[in-house]
């Protein structure tokens, strides 16, 4: 296959990186405020450890198929292995390909927005600036991206050194003030279990889980993966575990200097948090450090995203053009450029809020929850031998997995989650007239 010429030049501690920048974008300090808004309470805590507990539940399913199918696109080959390459994969993963020819425009779209909101504490902006500045970030990205995948590793590992002094900084901040500890022992101040609790949890784990996407990265570049079989679940956990420790300490640092009520209303929580203890100028910095984050999480991302495409072109599966190598640096150009071109278009198309739940609610049911169940499928089919990766007490963590995407697909709200359903119908559609004129199955 041709997407077999792609080389394994990235090891543990760059698929590490990778995932990491994805993870920690703009997203943990766009969606702070939210959660706590919607948790309305100092027990808003518990909406992170749910998404930290979900993604690393997610992630043993993503590990099995990761382990036994690493190669280029991640889910697309996942999906076709466990639904059938000639029966009913075939149009699962074409299904999958067909949703992130949109939704992967919009997460990078949505980090770009974010990078924009950010950058206004430092220099105020208006509509049509903000929309400028997002539209830059993007393509700086497919610059830097338009390169030898060795050449990426680099720039990852450095960008994600960004990425942890900033986290460090603001926790460290928060110890050094001296009311560290006080978020923790407040966690159960007034919480009640109750109907309005569990909605509350839905409706915040919306964000959270969205600061948590991108512990998969890895899998996408499987074909660029060293000792794939090891490093792909390693590099998932490691990052999940990493990732909701970092997460759980800046939250408990900045609210033990910015009250949660005056948190959840703030634009700029963390800056402000920065403000508070040293002063404007350390504000400044911090919020710079932040954009870096952003950046490298764009980055990141949509490092992953290009490789979907090109690897059902390659299979024969998607228009041919995607299938197109550099001539001399080895990288899927038409794909990078292609998404990055829509990215562009939607950063300057649409709100930061309404990006953010229109994720989720697109890809849960063809990626999440279709991946689940074709594992169990691939699971009663295969030998165990074919899986170098097992997650322990199978397939309880798949069940799960699959009950807890179903909870959070109905906290996106009724709109969106038609809204993703429209899309996968038209995609259907499209499928089958496809498959018609190639007489491909189920014709």
Request: proline fraction near 4%; charged fraction near 10%.
């Amino acid at each position: 296959m041709q997407q077999d010429v792609l080389e394994r030049r990235l090891g543990l501690g760059h698929a590490t990186a990778i995932n990491m920048t994805d993870m920690v974008g703009i997203g943990p300090f766009i969606t702070m405020p939210m959660v706590i808004g919607m948790m309305n309470g100092p027990y808003f805590l518990y909406a992170w450890i749910a998404g930290a507990f979900l993604s690393m539940v997610d992630a043993m399913i993503w590990s099995e198929l990761g382990a036994a199918f690493p190669r280029a696109g991640g889910s697309y080959n996942f999906l076709k292995e466990a639904y059938g390459k000639n029966s009913a994969g075939k149009m699962m993963s074409f299904l999958f390909v067909w949703q992130t020819m949109i939704q992967a425009p919009l997460v990078i779209a949505s980090a770009a927005i974010g990078f924009a909101k950010y950058f206004s504490y430092l220099v105020p902006l208006n509509f049509f600036t903000e929309k400028i500045v997002s539209g830059c970030v993007v393509i700086l990205i497919i610059i830097l991206l338009y390169r030898k995948i060795e050449a990426i590793g680099k720039i990852t590992i450095f960008l994600w050194s960004g990425v942890i002094i900033t986290m460090f900084w603001i926790i460290g901040g928060g110890i050094a003030h001296g009311n560290f500890l006080t978020p923790i022992k407040n966690i159960n101040t007034g919480i009640t279990i109750d109907y309005a609790f569990v909605t509350a949890i839905g409706f915040a784990s919306v964000k959270s889980v969205y600061s948590y996407l991108g512990y998969y990265n890895v899998c996408h570049l499987g074909s660029e993966i060293k000792n794939p079989s090891k490093n792909i679940p390693r590099s998932m956990f490691s990052s999940i575990a990493g990732i909701a420790v970092l997460y759980l300490l800046m939250n408990v640092s900045v609210v033990s200097v910015v009250p949660w009520q005056h948190a959840k209303e703030s634009k700029f929580v963390v800056s402000e948090f920065m403000q508070m203890l040293v002063g404007n100028g350390a504000a400044k910095v911090v919020t710079c450090l932040i954009l870096w984050v952003a950046f490298a999480s764009v980055f990141s991302a949509t490092l992953g995203y290009s490789r979907i495409p090109y690897a059902a072109a390659a299979d024969g599966e998607f228009f041919a053009i995607f299938a197109r190598l550099h001539p001399t640096k080895n990288f899927p150009y038409v794909s990078l450029l292609f998404l990055g071109s829509l990215a562009f278009i939607f950063s300057m198309l649409f709100k930061l809020s309404d990006v953010i739940s229109a994720i989720l609610a697109m890809r849960i049911m063809i990626q999440f929850i279709g991946q689940a169940i074709g594992l169990l499928i691939l699971r009663s089919k295969k030998s165990e031998i074919d899986f170098p990766y097992k997650m322990p007490l199978f397939p309880l963590p798949v069940i799960l997995a699959i009950a807890m995407w179903l909870f959070i697909l109905i906290s996106t709200g009724s709109k969106l989650m038609i809204g993703g359903l429209i899309i996968i119908f038209l995609g259907a559609i499209a499928y089958f007239m496809k498959a018609k004129m190639k007489s491909e199955w189920p014709f």
